[in-house]
């Protein structure tokens, strides 16, 4: 299974791909950042961030994405834009028919360290450890987009055993 | 000028086109609302408006999108969902080089009523009247799609004078 991990942003909005192994074994495959500038108009930006979420996804072919939730938190047009840019990234993954599953950050966090409320550090020293990473992966969207890809790898085999209904499934064309 | 107003929402999502006339007139082509069943998953009903919309765009070509605004009020799912919906109606505005304007309800309100607190029968009345329909456009969205695209006819000359920086004008390919 190859999972598509996605924190979600206008500004700058973090992509990862690994390929889940043997037992909770996970190995990345690709990660990095798509920037949008703040000067460009809202719909402009959109439509850079649709390009390059659909080049990924053309490169990488993955079975499943796993993208943030959005909270009504913090500064309101901030929280829009990811809000949009949201929508543009489950579009982008039902036109391929790739089923689609929000965690939120304290789920993702349990799930990487055992603790809803680890800070960046430690989440970012467990992403690099459990990847058998050289070194840290950064900026830390970069890190985030990673910890959702491992966290659905690790919770997939939960969700497939619920059975259907607890996902984002989108049925392929 | 031809204007495509839209009342942005996943359940109904109200679409109109206007053409701007003389002085004040404006000429109504279409109106309608589109509509995704609460039961399917975001992605897939956030693929079903995109197709809907780009639909429209074909078959009216409008010169410019003018949307309404979403605020964090009411509903939290409810209100992350339309704002999803708008990533979507925007991405396929900036697809097409197609600028887009956005309008606070009050400010919808007071150009069409002269009142930022108008209630929905009053808005409806003078949009009936201001369209020369022979009856009220229905649902609420359809009416309001149409007051946004009026909306726009009216304040577009006011809009050009200020110059650019005042809208999303995504720039044509």
Same mark, same amino acid.
């Given at each position: ?25 996970? @190995? ?38 796993? @993208? ?18 949201? /929508? ?6 039902? #036109?391929?028919? @790739? ?12 799930? @990487?360290? /055992? ?6 550090? #430690? ?8 990847? /058998? ?41």
């Amino acid at each position: 299974m190859r999972v598509m991990g996605i924190d979600p942003g206008l500004t700058r909005c973090g992509l990862s791909v690994v390929q889940a192994g043997k037992g909770r074994g996970v @190995i990345p495959i690709a990660v990095g950042v798509v920037r949008t500038p703040a000067e460009v108009p809202v719909p402009e930006r959109l439509r850079r961030l649709s390009v390059a979420v659909n080049e990924w996804m053309d490169d990488y072919q993955p079975d499943v994405v796993a @993208i943030e939730r959005v909270f009504e938190r913090g500064n309101v047009s901030t929280v829009m834009n990811t809000a949009h840019a949201v /929508g543009v990234l489950m579009l982008a993954a039902a #036109q391929r028919g @790739i089923p689609v599953h929000n965690y939120t950050p304290s789920e993702v966090k349990k799930a @990487i360290s /055992g603790n809803g409320r680890a800070d960046k550090k #430690q989440m970012t020293a467990m992403i690099t450890r459990i990847l /058998g990473l050289s070194e840290a992966p950064k900026p830390a969207d970069a890190a985030d987009a990673l910890a959702l890809a491992v966290c659905h790898c690790w919770r997939a085999p939960f969700l497939a055993r619920m059975g259907p209904g607890t996902a984002h499934n989108a049925p392929r064309n």
